[in-house]
């Protein structure tokens, strides 16, 4: 049971740096946003993170700090694309390359340094049961807080007012606008809650993951959790279960070649894009289907969108 009790762990360590980055991708692009700088907000969150932490001592000051960063080059892309109305797929490729070459310069001075690792939870009485304790009462904090944003993401947006209006601002902005409500506003606050998880996701990785600082740490899982999105359906209970699938396979292969598997590791790095490319054929189909056999539809030639 000690190898399995293992193997979750690592799935959930694994998992939570893309949940957390995703869950605030998914409230942006629900606002009619599309930030593909998730990439360089999560690597500036690493390395201001692991700066906080290493300036004092304590890795819940890192954590904040790497939220904050990530807020900063959040707001950043706000003006730019909110603002200043420049393109959004541009920019946020132009915040990817920016964070990092950004958080290659900052980060210089803290290579080789020991990292300050944030610590798991200790519930007396929990934490010590068999099988169960560790993996669900052994966590460590930001494990908690990306388990309460799914749910809190999921109640606001679906369950109150202010996630209606996020939801039809995303939808058509131009009907939320005539209504009386601040598109201009409601996408800034989006945009900084994206930034701030990504932020938080990159903290996660200097602190939580690997309690070092090493320049492109990353390692793509900005692009993954902006697929995660897509293959989630934006839909934040799926994005939850997707996060901790895209984690599972990708300590797989570790796991797989401690065994003697001889698993491609580039095979199992491109099955979360592979994935994505398959949900997104089949949403393409069902709404040409659900257009194709609308009664105003039967009868007459379907025409694509172009």
């Known amino acids: ?86 393109n959004q797929v541009a920019t946020g490729l132009a915040l990817t390359l920016l964070g990092l070459g950004l958080s290659g310069m900052i980060g210089e001075a803290f290579v080789g340094r020991p990292g300050i690792k944030l610590q798991a939870l200790s519930i007396p009485g929990l934490s010590d049961l068999p099988v169960i304790g560790r993996i669900v009462f052994g966590q460590d904090l930001l494990v908690y807080v990306s388990l309460a944003l799914v749910a809190g993401v999921t109640y606001v947006l679906f369950r109150t007012r202010a996630g209606l209006v996020i939801r039809a601002v995303g939808d058509n902005h131009g009907s939320a606008h005539a209504l009386g409500v601040s598109v201009l506003k409601v996408r800034y606050l989006a945009v900084l809650f994206g930034g701030a998880c990504a932020g938080l996701a990159g903290g996660y990785l200097s602190l939580a993951y690997t309690p070092q600082w090493i320049e492109g740490m990353t390692a793509g899982r900005g692009w993954i959790a902006l697929a995660l999105v897509v293959f989630a359906t934006w839909r934040p209970l799926r994005v939850l279960a997707g996060a901790y699938l895209f984690g599972a396979v990708g300590i797989l292969q570790f796991h797989a070649q401690a065994h003697g598997v001889a698993i491609p590791s580039q095979f199992l790095s491109a099955l979360p ?18 257009r194709i056999n609308t009664p105003a539809c039967l009868g007459k030639p379907f025409v694509p969108d172009r």
Request: proline share 2%.
């Open 273 to 290: 894009y592979a994935a994505t490319i398959a949900v997104l054929v089949i949403i393409s189909r069902n709404r040409i289907l659900t």
């Open 1 to 86: 049971m000690g190898a399995y009790e293992s193997i979750l762990l690592t799935v959930i360590t694994a998992a939570t740096p893309l949940l957390l980055a995703a869950i605030g991708e998914l409230v942006v692009e629900r606002s009619g946003v599309l930030n593909l700088g998730v990439e360089g907000m999560m690597i500036v969150g690493a390395v201001m993170g692991f700066a906080g932490a290493q300036a004092t001592g304590s890795p819940y000051v890192g954590a904040l700090c790497a939220l904050l960063a990530g807020m900063g080059m959040a707001l950043l892309f706000g003006f730019l694309t909110l603002h200043l109305v420049a």
